[in-house]
Structures are given as structure tokens and as C-alpha cells.
């Protein structure tokens, strides 16, 4: 808020509408970096265990399995899937505006993106579509078509609050913290991929972060078992 109120103020004094800028005076705030809480890969299998039979669940496969942002699953449509290609297009971010469920521009250019997909995620969206075609056939005009992956029962958009309870549900049983969110399981995947040895930038291009230095502060944090095995290699390389 600081940056662009001095911007604003800045091109105020450019236009001549003002002799100085009064914000200049001000110190900038000093911004607070948290690191992002995360599950172990145990913590995401008793997760999982405990959503079994949930609708949400192949949500939350998907977004431990590519990484993606809460609103950019749920924005996913059917001819956003690459079955040959083996590819998943993200090209929005579902969202609550009011009173409406609607797709909104990508949070920023680099959003915009393609993700492989791995046979994991391949088995969930497949599982979606099967389910979805059941649906179709059970409710015959009952069913609304609009296309994205992942539906209610009658096929109308998910509702990400109605999502985030049912992950509250199942953390709450499989005895997790209650801080655990959506977000969680997408900070959980790229934890995950730091600590198997994946470049930042290939993580942080992964997530659709808009520069690597995001993805460097919001991800700093390093495992005990990732700092003793790089300990490990330097002792070594230097013995």
C-alpha cells in the first residue's frame, strides 16, 4: 500500500498537482516474512486416509500432486486436459465475487502456465471425469453442463469455502493442526519437491510465482533431513 500510494504521489508532483511528495517523509513499513507451514509426506497420508469418501478428495490429490493454487484447480475445465499431451492448462482462478462463483485472469502473467501431469494426477482426473459422466447419466437434465473438472453433484462450479470446511474436517480427524488449510497442501508439494533436490527456479516456474526471489521467502525453510544430508556432503567433500 505504501509503494503505490508513493507511486501515485510521485506522478502527482511529475503532473505539477503537487510541490513535493508527502509520503517521501514516511518510512516504509517493514514487511514480516513467514515461512509456509507444511505436512511431512506421513501428515499427507493420514490426511488423505481421513478425507476417503469425501468429495473433495480428488481436489486435494491434485493440489498435493501438481501444486496448483486453490481457485486455479477448481477454475480447471475439461478442454484445459491434455490426456495425450499429458499436460494441464491453467489459465484462471476460481472465486467468489459476491454472491457469484466466477473465473477470474490468473493472479499474475507467470499463472498463466502449463503443468505436467504425472500418472498421480493423471488417475485423479480420470477418476473426475468417470464420476462426472456417472453424474450425468443418474441426473439426465437435472445436470448442469459447464464444464470444469471438479463439480458438485449436479455439476455447478465448487464453492472454495465449502472445500476448505471439508479440509477441516478431515485434518481435525486425522489429528492435524487446525492452522492446516488449501494452501497448505500446495506449500506442502513444493516443500516436498525443495527437499528431493528440485531447483528453486524449476519449482518456483511449477508454482507460477512471478520471480524466484517469491518462491525463495516463502520456501526458506529447510528440513532437519535435508540440512544433515548437505552437512553430511560437505564433511565429505572436504575430508
Given amino acids: 500500500m505504501y509503494t503505490i500510494l508513493r507511486g501515485i504521489l510521485d506522478s ?55 501444486g496448483l493454487r486453490r481457485g486455479e484447480a477448481l477454475a480447471l475445465r475439461w478442454e484445459d486436459i491434455d490426456f495425450t499431451a499429458r499436460t494441464i492448462r491453467v489459465r484462471g482462478t476460481l472465486a467468489r465475487v459476491g454472491s457469484e462463483l466466477l473465473v477470474t485472469e490468473p493472479k499474475t502473467e507467470k499463472s498463466r502456465r502449463t503443468v505436467y501431469m504425472t500418472d498421480a494426477s493423471e488417475r485423479v482426473l480420470r477418476a473426475a471425469r468417470l464420476e462426472q459422466s456417472e453424474g450425468r447419466l443418474r441426473l439426465g437434465s437435472a445436470w448442469v453442463q459447464t464444464g470444469f473438472v471438479f463439480t458438485t453433484e ?31 497442501l500446495r506449500h506442502s508439494a513444493a516443500s516436498t519437491m525443495l527437499a528431493g533436490g528440485v531447483p528453486l527456479k524449476v519449482v518456483s516456474e511449477i508454482l507460477g510465482h512471478s520471480s524466484v526471489a517469491i518462491t525463495g521467502d516463502i520456501y526458506g525453510h529447510v528440513s532437519p533431513e535435508v540440512s544433515a544430508t548437505a552437512m553430511d556432503y560437505l564433511s565429505t567433500a572436504f575430508a
Fill in 12 to 66: 502527482a508532483v511529475r503532473d505539477e498537482l503537487l510541490g513535493k511528495n508527502p509520503a517521501a517523509a514516511l518510512r516504509r513499513p517493514k514487511v514480516e516474512h513467514h515461512e509456509a507451514a507444511y505436512l511431512n509426506p506421513n501428515e499427507v497420508r493420514h490426511l488423505l486416509d481421513a478425507a476417503t469418501g469425501s468429495p473433495a478428495r480428488p481436489v486435494f490429490e491434485l493440489l498435493l500432486h501438481t
Fill in 154 to 184: 449436479v455439476g455447478t462450479p465448487r464453492d472454495p469455502r465449502n472445500l476448505l470446511r471439508s479440509l477441516k474436517l478431515a485434518a481435525k480427524k486425522a489429528g492435524l493442526p487446525t492452522t492446516v488449510g488449501l494452501h497448505t
